[in-house]
């Protein structure tokens, strides 16, 4: 779908046609940074896709700047004229002129914060696309996350090197938490003469993000920065979902099927499984669904409480004793304001990255368990069987489909960068890979909705209650 470039893209009245279709008009398109703002002064190049063996570019291979995606793609016909303005973004794609030659370009890659399915993928279909796609040669790994700028040696890469690389879990090139210093990054970017920065990360990393892109710019400095976001958690914002999701949420699944397997095998047997999730549910809402397994799913979004009517005791004794077990999969953010603090203090603690330190809900809520049944019922047997699957699950490769995303994700980035765009993260919006202002990623959050159909068919499958005080 094309668009004029404005902010405030078309106008007039919304109408229905006599054929029945819906013009939607003032579409407001999200301004992506560019390198010409404020060097105006910049060449363009032809892209080296025209000469690429592997494409044969027609008129509509490449993506001009009117090529867009709406973010809301769901629209109400009786609600004429329709609200807007309707936010938009640009598409990603190689573009018909470039603003880097090849030869002058120095790329570094760094991975911060946790492991996710795919980083590894994410950093060979980067050096791979760079050297197949557009001819650059001189392609630099950044060790142990933003501290590696200016603590140690960029690593050459080549596409020999990283072949095999999407086969393994974890970082090759390493990762940490923390070792923000912006002066000392920017200067060490500055000093090593790179021109384009891909930096894989999440929220924190996103946040860090803005900053060297901000910091670059006040220098005036001809140098690209693009994101790819990375949260096995799914919680990033804007785009349809971030990689290793999905892989995370397959691998779930083996966790849920031993616990349903220990507790069915045990009398008033229960299997407890905690999964990712920090501020959203995603992943265990996700493997609840695919599993058909799980009797209670409890997420950060939805309050629950453990004693009373319809408290989580109450429900899991009638599961018991209409089934003999059950099985409970918590998010790792989950029951965070019920979890009594060992220490008495109301400070929240933070890791490097800026992250609450949260109470391991998982095994208070196996002790918890346990006091329970033998407070109600104790002369009855009873077994809580507690899996952490958390490193086994954000330490595995890719699956097929991530690793697929993790190359569509690199390429994205790869044209983008070369495309002369700075400050902005790549990912798919409506099935659509477009571009992000970076400080709107780092703001936006992907929560669970609660209220919508995805939930109410979670409550469908494990019956369990809304745990609303009655």
């Not at 409890?298 to 899991?316: A, H, R, S, V």
């Not at 995805?454 to 409550?459: I, L, N, P, Q, Y």
Request: charged residues 20%; negative net charge; glycine residues 10%.
């Amino acid at each position: 779908m094309a668009f004029p470039t404005d902010n405030a893209a078309g106008a007039g009245e919304d109408r229905r046609t006599e054929e029945g279709s819906l013009t939607i008009p003032n579409i407001k398109l999200h301004r992506l940074p560019h390198l010409k703002d404020y060097l105006p002064d910049l060449k363009t190049h032809p892209n080296p896709l025209d000469n690429n063996p592997f494409f044969h570019p027609v008129s509509e291979f490449y993506i001009t700047p009117s090529d867009v995606i709406l973010r809301h793609i769901l629209h109400d016909l009786s609600d004429i004229p329709s609200p807007g303005p309707h936010p938009a973004y640009h598409r990603a794609g190689p573009r018909k002129w470039v603003y880097f030659d090849p030869t002058d370009v120095r790329a570094a890659i760094v991975t911060c914060g946790g492991l996710c399915p795919g980083m590894n993928t994410v950093i060979r279909e980067l050096v791979v696309g760079l050297w197949e796609l557009y001819g650059v040669r001189e392609i630099f790994g950044i060790r142990a996350g933003y501290r590696g700028f200016y603590s140690g040696q960029p690593v050459p890469l080549n596409p020999k090197m990283v072949h095999g690389w999407h086969k393994m879990g974890g970082t090759v090139l390493e990762t940490s938490r923390g070792g923000f210093h912006l002066d000392k990054i920017v200067n060490a970017i500055q000093d090593r003469g790179f021109n384009q920065i891909y930096i894989v990360g999440g929220d924190g990393t996103m946040r860090g993000m803005v900053e060297i892109f901000n910091e670059i710019k006040r220098r005036g400095l001809n140098i690209a920065v693009a994101g790819i976001p990375k949260t096995v958690d799914n919680d990033v914002g804007i785009i349809d979902r971030s990689f290793g999701f999905q892989t995370a949420v397959e691998m779930a699944q083996q966790a849920i099927n031993a616990a349903h397997t220990e507790a069915k095998s045990a009398v008033n047997g229960i299997g407890l499984v905690k999964l990712m999730g920090r501020s959203t549910g995603h992943i265990a809402l996700h493997a609840t669904l695919s599993s058909r397994d799980v009797d209670c799913c409890l997420i950060p979004e939805n309050y629950f409480y453990l004693e009373g009517e319809n408290g989580l005791f109450d429900f899991l004794g009638k599961r018991l004793k209409e089934n003999g077990h059950a099985v409970v999969v918590v998010a790792e953010g989950a029951g965070q304001d019920i979890i009594p603090k060992t220490d008495g203090s109301h400070v929240q603690e933070k890791d490097e990255s800026g992250n609450p330190v949260f109470s391991d809900v998982g095994g208070w809520l196996k002790s918890e368990l346990k006091r329970w049944w033998d407070r109600d019922h104790p002369e009855e047997l009873f077994t809580v069987k507690y899996i952490d699957p958390t490193y086994m699950i954000r330490a595995v490769p890719a699956n097929a489909t991530d690793n697929m995303y993790c190359t569509l994700l690199a390429h994205s980035a790869i044209h983008g960068a070369m495309g002369g765009y700075t400050g902005f993260v790549c990912g798919p919006i409506n099935g659509n890979y477009g571009y992000i202002p970076v400080d709107e990623v780092a703001r936006a959050k992907n929560v669970v909705n609660t209220r919508d159909h995805k939930w109410a068919w979670v409550r469908s499958i494990t019956n369990q209650p809304d745990f609303q005080i009655i």
